[in-house]
């Protein structure tokens, strides 16, 4: 099982990136995939969280409106799109997998995904 998280880069505050977080192993569509970020210093943070199904999402209050989760199933592939960049969304963005369904209360909870992928840098610069 593994999953690479990849589609990093520097771009200016208020553009947009897209990464990716490819799954193999196993059949994407029967996990919750989330996604996570850390920047220098500071404890990991969940992000955004779409579940297996592919039709709840859960999203951070600090990005939503901003970011959008996707999944293609068919690609084994799970999308994290950023928009209206901020300079504090600087940092490595990790997607993580588990078997078993979140809720809102839990999804950012990374104790509680099982398997982690290598993370992907992103910087926005002011």
């Known amino acids: 099982v593994q999953l690479q998280a990849f589609g990093g880069g520097l771009v200016q505050a208020g553009g947009s990136l897209r990464v990716s977080c490819a799954v193999s192993?196993?059949?994407?569509?029967?996990?919750?995939i989330g996604w996570f970020r850390q920047a220098p210093g500071k404890e990991r943070e969940g992000v955004a969280c779409?579940?297996?199904?592919?039709?709840?999402?859960y999203y951070a209050d600090s990005v939503q409106g901003r970011f959008t989760v996707s999944r293609d199933n068919a690609k084994n592939t799970v999308y994290l799109q950023m928009n209206s960049l901020k300079p504090e969304d600087t940092a490595v963005y990790y997607c993580?997998?588990?078997?078993?369904?979140?809720?809102?209360?839990?999804?950012?909870?990374?104790?509680?995904?099982?398997?982690w992928g290598q993370g992907t840098q992103v910087t926005v610069s002011s």
């Open positions: 993580a997998a588990d078997r078993r369904p979140k809720r809102y209360s839990n999804y950012d909870d990374p104790s509680l995904y099982h398997y």
């Open positions: 192993g196993f059949t994407s569509d029967y996990y919750t």
């Open positions: 779409i579940q297996n199904s592919g039709s709840v999402t």
